[in-house]
Structure formats: structure tokens, C-alpha cells
């Protein structure tokens, strides 16, 4: 998944275009309704793996992430997907258990590898799978669903 702007987006539903997070926070992750955006380490000459998976209840810690955050989204119609300009793209779509609100971990690895390879040539070679996201989804055990 090639970053734009270093976003990487998640919808689920139509996604809440409206929604425009301050990105001056420089946080791993922003949700709103119906959309999750992932910061790249950057927007330039990679394309990043992006893995998203549902849990019936908290997932164990990724202990190989250089970043996590974890958050709270909402989505009206239990799906999840990535997107390029709103259509779905790699691969099918992620089912979850259904509408509601979900908490969300965002573990990213191989960030610092990214920059770094970035930096040994000028113009950056193009890089494939250095960045990794693992999006994780469960229901919010403190919102009734």
C-alpha cells in the first residue's frame, strides 16, 4: 500500500469524508467515524504492509512494534478495508462481528529501517514491505454494541 501524504486509509461503510483530524499531533493513527488513518514514516518511495485483523476481545501485545497506539472508532456496517480514494484495494474485505465501536491498536514496525534506507541513496530507492502495520480490531467491552 503506497502512502499518500504519508496517509494510509482505512474506511469502513462510506467513511466520513468530514472528518479532518489535526495532524500537527504527529500520532500513528487518527479515527473518526468510519475511517481510520495510518502515518507512514514516509510519503516518499515505499509501499507499506498493511495487515488488518478482528479479535473477539483484546489482542496480545505486538512486541516487535516500534510504535503503538491504540484508539477508539466507530463503524456503522461491521466492515473494514483499505482504500485509495474511497474504492477497496488489496484484498477482501475485513468482516467484523458488526456495527458498533471498536477499540483499534495500530502496531508499526520497521520505521527507523525505512528512514535510514531512505537516507543511503539520493534519489530514495524504491522500498517494499520495510514498513509494516498491523491494525487490530475488537469491540469496545465499555460501549453496549
Not at 485509495?84 to 502496531?107: F, K, N
Amino acid at each position: 500500500m503506497t502512502p499518500e501524504r504519508r496517509m494510509i486509509m482505512v474506511l469502513g461503510g462510506i467513511g466520513d469524508w468530514d472528518f479532518l483530524p489535526d495532524f500537527r499531533e504527529d500520532r500513528l493513527c487518527y479515527a473518526g467515524k468510519d475511517v481510520l488513518y495510518l502515518m507512514s514514516e514516509s510519503q516518499w518511495s515505499h509501499d507499506a504492509v498493511v495487515v488488518l485483523e478482528s479479535w473477539t476481545g483484546e489482542p496480545p501485545p505486538d512486541t516487535d512494534a516500534e510504535a503503538v497506539e491504540e484508539t477508539t472508532i466507530s463503524f456503522t456496517d461491521g466492515r473494514a478495508y483499505l482504500t485509495m480514494m474511497g474504492v477497496p484495494i488489496e484484498g477482501d474485505v475485513l468482516p467484523l462481528p458488526g456495527p458498533g465501536t471498536y477499540r483499534v491498536r495500530v502496531a508499526a514496525s520497521g520505521r527507523a529501517e525505512l528512514v535510514r534506507r531512505h537516507a543511503e541513496v539520493s534519489p530514495p530507492l524504491w522500498l517494499t514491505g520495510v514498513e509494516r502495520f498491523r491494525v487490530s480490531f475488537w469491540l469496545d467491552p465499555m460501549f453496549r454494541n
